[in-house]
């Protein structure tokens, strides 16, 4: 039985899922990435889907059809597609699994308060655009150069000791290279008052 289906760049012919039934009941990961998507109406009933990827289709709406259709999802891709509202998101909130969603390059993303809306809307989730409430990088995720452990401050003080990494927590030895920047700790442009 397939349990992973990767159909991506396999262009729609009218915007909808074309060839997929229900005899593929046994998926559990399914990517549909650049296919054209209007619609998601002809998704099959997967029960076992856990990961969902629909990024860089033409999707404005009809997201309540995953619930109905893919209950147990934990993962979702939507990035890249026409999702402009709360109202549209709102419909995912009937996925009780869903812990990761991806919105990039929608124009909800927009949005005044865009995050805090959506940690608020979905509850269940854990990840919005691979990071969560806290800014914390989502551990599976991909991209990550490294995929260890996760960025501490972007600020480029990371490279100087990379023999100490091992030796504690990142952060523990932060105090000791004053020297090297020392005005690391003061946000931009504080050391300029008088």
């Known amino acids: ?64 059809v995953l619930a109905e259709r893919c ?15 709360l109202g549209t998101v709102e419909a995912l909130q009937n996925l009780k699994n869903l812990k990761s969603l991806d919105l990039f390059n929608c124009e909800i993303t927009n949005l005044e308060d865009y995050r805090d809306s959506i ?21 599976d995720s991909e991209d990550d150069d490294d995929g260890n452990f996760p960025k501490q401050t972007g600020k480029g003080d990371e490279d100087d000791d990379d023999d100490e990494n091992e030796a504690g927590p990142p952060g523990e030895y932060e105090e000791e290279d004053d020297e090297d920047d020392g005005a690391s700790d003061l946000g931009e442009g504080e050391e300029e008052e008088e």
């Open 119 to 139: 940690f608020e809307l979905l509850q269940q989730i854990t990840y919005l655009d691979g990071f969560d409430q806290e800014d914390n990088e989502a551990p």
């Open 1 to 64: 039985q397939v349990t992973e289906l990767v159909l991506d760049n396999c262009r729609s012919s009218n915007g909808e899922i074309e060839g997929l039934n229900d005899s593929f009941k046994e998926l559990q990961f399914l990517s549909m990435a650049n296919v054209e998507l209007t619609s998601l109406a002809k998704l099959p009933t997967l029960s076992k889907l856990r990961k969902l990827e629909l990024s860089d289709n033409v999707i404005s709406g009809g997201l309540e």
């Open 71 to 85: 209950p147990n999802l934990t993962y979702l891709n939507l990035s890249g597609n026409k999702i402009k509202d």
